[in-house]
């Protein structure tokens, strides 16, 4: 890295507040500024927390059935896509993933030690959602905003707790009659950031997730 661009990103990071600079002289000593990463540090703490129910939750197994619908691909550094095909119509598949009293019902994987206390959707473009979890007595809000919404065909969605650091989410439905194939996929902000959701275990309460949906669909 030449000193130009060196000089760049520390301007980058005393402008977030990462880093404070002193010069003495021809010396300049740089070391945390005033945020000292507590609020990327608690974000990754929450993911990891939020994570370890569903990575114990993948080592149990809920049957070979649910591995072999459910597919998981890391397309790049900063995303990776769930697919399954649900038993189900498109208009029944889009109202599960869009009313906050069908949501609840299934977004949660049976057998991870937390619960879903309350869930607040306004599906619009610009219309914000709220989840709060319960974990272990802690409270865990995850709320975002609504950027596309495409009746029964997309949406995409900000997970906005976790700052610039959050990743967008998009979910597409394709009507195959009868059934639907369902598409999530997670962009993050930094390979880092898909490397430590992938160790979470989140992947694997995914596939929960994907396979209580069909569940609730087809019901």
Known sequence: MT???MKKHVRILEEAGLVATEKVGRVRTCRLGRRQLEQE?????KYQAMGRPFQRLGQTGRGDDMTNSTTVARLSDHEVVVTRV?????RKVWRAWTQAELFRQWWVPKGAPITLKSCEMDVRVGGGYKLVFDYQGNEMPFFGRYTEVVLESRLVWTNDEAGDAGQISTVTFEDLGGSTRVVLSERFA????????MASGSME??????????????A
Request: proline share 3%; aromatic share 8%; hydrophobic share 55%.
């Open 190 to 197: 930094s390979k880092q950031a898909l490397e430590d959701a």
């Open 41 to 45: 540090m608690a974000w990754l703490a």
């Open 86 to 90: 649900v038993n189900a119509p498109v």
């Open 205 to 218: 309460g995914a596939k929960a997730q994907f396979e209580q949906l069909d569940e609730f669909v087809a």
């Open 3 to 5: 000193l130009t661009g």
